[in-house]
T-cell receptor, first 112, second 114 residues
Framework: QQKVQQSPESLTVSEGAMASLNCTFS??????FRWYRQHSGKGLEMLVS????GEKEEGRFTAHLNRASLHVSLHIREPQPSDSAVYLC????????????FGKGTVLLVSP | GGIITQTPKFLIGQEGQKLTLKCQQN?????MYWYRQDSGKGLRLIYY???????QKGDLSEGYDASREKKSSFSLTVTSAQKNEMAVFLC?????????????FGEGSRLIVV
């Protein structure tokens, strides 16, 4: 069964400094990787999805995928206090009816 | 654009009670999902439905029933509420079952068992 682990559990960065979050997965046949954000009491907002090795940028959010290392990361450029939220990594497989397996999340706090 | 509406936002029930959460989407999406979110445990899939009247069990289906009588709605029933089931339940939809489609999430319903 797919296992998805995120690190660190929590991260504090200063406004404007780069924030980097990590996610490892166990099933090497996975082919869809997504990063979601969840503000307190709200639903999930998708930030970026990536399907092939390399990087993908969506605004200030960049995902890096290295399938051989079973690793996907998210980098947030110039984070703002409004970016403070829980960041969730989600992984799925092509044959899986778009079912996602989530990590437990990283709590990001951006201090002014 | 579209929206996913979950009702109620808070559902308070007694132990042993049967409780139902509802989800409506106006995206005209084929596929819908119910996830449970526990603090410190991430999201886990309870049920999903590929199309109207279809039901598929997820990893956490025991103790739950689901119903997809219309394309736009997907309901989840806790058959006998227990105190260890207090969690946030998130509904999602996707254009179809193919991997790679974006899942759109509602804001969640919090279940409180007294």
């Amino acid at each position: 069964q797919q296992k998805v682990q995120q690190s660190p559990e929590s991260l504090t960065v200063s406004e404007g400094a780069m924030a980097s979050l990590n996610c490892t997965f166990s099933d090497g046949t996975s082919d869809n990787f997504r990063w979601y954000r969840q503000h307190s009491g709200k639903g999930l907002e998708m930030l970026v999805s990536i399907f092939s090795d390399g990087e993908k940028e969506e605004g200030r959010f960049t995902a890096h995928l290295n399938r051989a290392s079973l690793h996907v990361s998210l980098h947030i450029r110039e984070p703002q206090p409004s970016d403070s939220a829980v960041y969730l990594c989600a992984v799925s497989m092509d044959s899986g009816y778009n079912k996602l397996t989530f990590g437990k999340g990283t709590v990001l706090l951006v201090s002014p | 654009g579209g929206i996913i509406t979950q009702t109620p936002k808070f559902l308070i029930g007694q132990e042993g009670q049967k409780l139902t959460l509802k989800c409506q989407q106006n995206f005209n999406h084929d596929t819908m999902y119910w996830y449970r979110q526990d603090s410190g445990k991430g999201l886990r899939l309870i049920y999903y439905s590929i199309t109207e009247n279809d039901l598929q069990k997820g990893d956490l289906s025991e103790g739950y029933d689901a119903s997809r009588e219309k394309k736009s709605s997907f309901s989840l029933t806790v058959t006998s509420a227990q105190k260890n089931e207090m969690a946030v339940f998130l509904c999602a939809s996707s254009p179809d079952k193919h991997s790679g489609n974006t899942l759109y999430f509602g804001e969640g319903s919090r279940l409180i068992v007294v």
